[in-house]
């Protein structure tokens, strides 16, 4: 059996390894130069390569962990549990703040008692929204992450200081319009597990050269045809089983299996080549988008109270200390990396006013970074980075069997419970090739 994989993003990478471990004869199509996907790095004319995003996941992501070994890759920062730095925007007072080795809900006892700014009483309330995600969560999807937060007598202080920061990074989009279900799934699966599924790990090269070759030789060793720059540009029946796959080279080739590992919008647009509109995707295709912006600050030292820094009720959010995390670092400059996720207002803002705008932050938010000089700056945009997660959205997400026999859906906009994230697109894949050999 041949089959095909559409795209070489994580999603598309696991499906491929998938269908070529069962024994198919599989080809990877991929439209750019590159595997990856939107994990992925741009040139910079000063700093050599940086990352369109920051990306970081936790312990609790198995399904990634997984590939990740398989492509002996391994992150930087790679801790046991859960352990980061939080800086107090009023005081300016940074705290390192780890959990125990012990089982949960103990092991962020040391996180809840030291995190600045939490009211009284938020260890009592913690608990609340742990006990209530103990039970089934039927009908979360509906309703937005802050009024369920707030029904469970969660007050705005402890919303602002400790909810937001977790939640707008994991599930990119603000807590007014996120679905409830999937803030719940986050809260349950990364901070309430177990200590382990807390833990932080990063990247510790950019993102192309941390997935590409590795990606590329897995693939290879596996017996996967990986064929960048062919986008595919049609599906037609091959009259027969077949199903007919045509890129913008002009190849044609006939496949008896097909993944689509693309975006939801490009999914739709292909299988209507198959036959009429597709209801699953429709309603995946019509998720609004949400946008991710990083700024990347170089200067002539490091300036950072950590190599992962969360600076909860400032616009700064997530900063993370680059240079300290790389493996290969460079030695003129020092990079830092802001990473502003549900950015809908800052992916409109020119780059010379964003990087104003942040580095003034910086400098009155970190100490250090008053004495250090600003040497260049590069502003990283992904209008497109996730779908949306409003309310409803758990609905619009359709599982990995596609309607047209032989062909199944892969992407982190697809079923898999995650927000879109690493995780959730390679679970996507693998059940994605595990639907078409059953
Ligand atoms: C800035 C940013 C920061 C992020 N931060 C994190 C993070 O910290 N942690 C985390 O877990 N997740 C993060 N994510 C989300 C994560 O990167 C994605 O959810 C995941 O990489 C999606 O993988 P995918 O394979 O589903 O889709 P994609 O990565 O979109 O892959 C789809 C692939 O299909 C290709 N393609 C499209 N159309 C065609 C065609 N017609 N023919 C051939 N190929 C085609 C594309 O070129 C692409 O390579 C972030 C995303 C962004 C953008």
């Known amino acids: 059996m041949r089959a ?42 000063v700093a050599g390569r940086v990352d369109t995003g920051q990306h970081a996941y936790l312990g609790c992501c198995t399904e990634l962990e997984a590939l990740l070994r398989r492509l002996r890759v391994r992150p930087a920062l790679e801790q046991d549990r859960l352990d980061l730095t939080v800086v107090d925007v009023r005081s300016a007072v940074a705290r390192r703040l780890a959990a125990w080795p012990l089982p ?23 608990a609340r929204v742990a006990s209530s995600l103990r039970v089934a969560a039927d009908g979360l999807d509906s309703v937005p992450a802050r009024g369920w937060l707030r029904s469970l007598g969660q007050p ?66 596996a017996g996967v045809e990986v064929r960048r720059e062919s986008r595919v540009t049609a599906l037609s029946r091959a009259g027969g089983p077949g199903l007919q796959v045509e890129d913008a080279n002009g190849r044609q080739e006939t496949f008896e299996l097909l993944v689509l590992a693309v975006p939801a919008p490009s999914a739709l647009r292909l299988l209507k080549g198959l036959g009429g509109d597709r209801p699953e995707l429709v309603a995946a ?29 400032s616009p700064l959010q997530w900063v993370f200390d680059r240079s300290a995390l790389d493996q290969d670092p460079r030695h003129d400059s020092w990079h830092s990396a802001i990473s502003l996720s549900a950015a809908d207002r800052e992916v409109g803002v020119p780059e010379r006013e964003l990087a104003t705008t942040m580095w003034e932050l910086c400098r009155t938010t970190f100490p250090a970074a008053a004495r250090a000089k600003l040497r260049h700056v590069r502003v990283t945009r992904e209008a497109h980075a996730t779908f949306a997660a409003l309310p409803g959205s758990a609905g619009a997400r359709p599982g990995p069997r596609s309607v047209v026999p032989g062909v199944a859906l892969a992407g982190s906009w697809t079923d898999t419970g995650w927000p879109a994230t690493m995780e959730g697109a390679v679970l996507s894949g693998r059940r994605a090739a595990a639907t078409l050999t059953e």
């Open 156 to 221: 705005e202080d402890l919303i602002a200081q400790l909810w937001e920061p977790f939640l707008v990074s994991a599930c990119n989009v603000s807590l007014d319009r996120c679905s409830a279900a999937l803030a719940g799934f986050v809260i349950r699966q990364g901070l309430l597990a177990s200590a382990p599924a807390g833990a932080l790990r990063v990247p510790g090269t950019d993102l192309t050269r941390w997935l590409d070759p590795p990606a590329d030789a897995a693939l290879a060793a």
């Open 104 to 126: 949960p809900p103990t092991h962020l006892l040391p996180v809840l008692a030291r995190w600045p700014g939490l009211p009284a009483g938020s260890i009592r309330r913690v």
């Open 285 to 313: 295709a019509a998720l609004p988008s949400s946008p991710i912006v990083n700024v990347h600050l170089f200067t002539d030292r490091p300036f950072l109270p950590g190599p992962v820094v969360v600076v909860p009720r």
């Open 4 to 45: 095909a994989v559409v795209g070489g993003g994580l999603a598309g990478i696991s499906a491929a390894l998938g269908l070529a471990d069962r024994g198919l004869e599989v080809t990877l199509l991929e439209r750019s130069p590159q595997l990856g996907g939107l994990c992925r790095s741009v040139p910079d004319p």
